[in-house]
């Protein structure tokens, strides 16, 4: 099947809900596994043999591995661009593994990462030596969609690397649904040329599906935070935890009074999106009750 009449064939997939999907599933990572084995059903609908081959198992042989050995740790010949000064890290580091340890605290998130994500590409700048690291100064990472399954982190930072393996993660599942950040392959249906005000790029208007992605990616990462706290180790830690939370709930509180307001959908949109409004509202209650219960404790954001 050629290009065009592919992504024909999966939009009309998708619009018809074929495979068959319980779209009000597809949100929030479930315990059986549900929703991660529908979206490997659209990814291998929607990449080619050649395309998986590129970027997949061909060259998943090299490097170390992480996530019990189900995602390769390597450098890629296309460099991460987003920010120019950053460049390949090593592919061995101890943040590395406390970062995957951290995400193993939430068992759903765990398991899909490793059904998702196949490659992870460390980044470091290099203007910045190892012993200037500081815990909690977060983590800058992308996905390309071309590139399903190879994701591009920072790894200065154990809990923001986690944080950016999960935000990944999201990001890398809507576009296997067929949400890009500038159209939508059924499900959202906001016209191309309309832009509204995104939570986590504020000094532009964005698409409805960029901003979607924003608010869909960052209740992973809020809801990781939730998890992180409940598993901290010292005061330092959960501190650093806490000024990541209230920064994340005010975000997600914004973006979500967004979608409520301006999100339009068709049919199986509006279950996936109902359901997704649901599990955002719960970790946000739950984030607001453990910033409430820190009270004066919780450092404010920079």
């Not at 090299?62 to 890290?89: C, E, K, S």
């Not at 296997?176 to 995104?198: F, K």
């Not at 939570?199 to 869909?216: E, N, T, W």
């Amino acid at each position: 099947m050629g290009g065009t009449g592919r992504r024909r064939y999966i939009e009309q997939s998708i619009r018809q809900g074929r495979p068959s999907v319980d779209w009000s599933r597809m949100a929030e990572p479930q315990a059986d596994g549900y929703d991660t084995q529908v979206t490997l059903r659209f990814a291998r609908l929607r990449y080619d043999d050649s395309r998986r081959a590129n970027y997949g198992e061909s060259s998943s042989r090299r490097g170390p591995r992480i996530f019990d050995d189900a995602v390769v740790v390597r450098h890629y010949d296309t460099p991460y661009r987003h920010q120019a000064r950053l460049a390949n890290g090593p592919l061995r580091h101890p943040n590395i593994d406390r970062a995957v340890e951290l995400v193993r605290l939430w068992p759903e998130a765990y398991a899909q990462f490793k059904a998702l994500i196949h490659a992870f590409n460390p980044l470091i700048d290099p203007q910045v030596a190892e012993q200037r690291w500081v815990l909690g100064s977060g983590s800058s990472s992308h996905c390309h969609r071309v590139e399903h399954g190879v994701i591009y982190a920072t790894i200065f930072d154990p809990f923001g690397l986690a944080q950016s393996f999960v935000h990944e993660m999201a990001h890398t599942k809507l576009f296997a649904l067929g949400i890009w950040l500038t159209r939508s392959e059924g499900l959202i249906t906001n016209p191309a040329e309309a832009v509204y005000d995104s939570p986590i790029i504020l000094d532009r208007k964005r698409p409805m599906p960029a901003v979607f992605h924003a608010v869909y990616s960052f209740i992973h990462v809020t809801a990781l935070d939730i998890v992180m706290l409940k598993h901290a180790s010292s005061q330092a830690e959960r501190r650093v935890l806490l000024r990541f939370l209230r920064r994340n709930v005010a975000r997600m509180e914004q973006g979500i009074a967004v979608l409520k307001r301006d999100l339009q959908v068709d049919s199986n949109g509006r279950v996936f999106v109902d359901g997704f409004l649901e599990w955002a509202g719960r970790v946000v209650d739950d984030g607001n009750e453990i910033l409430a219960g820190a009270g004066a404790s919780c450092d404010h954001p920079s």
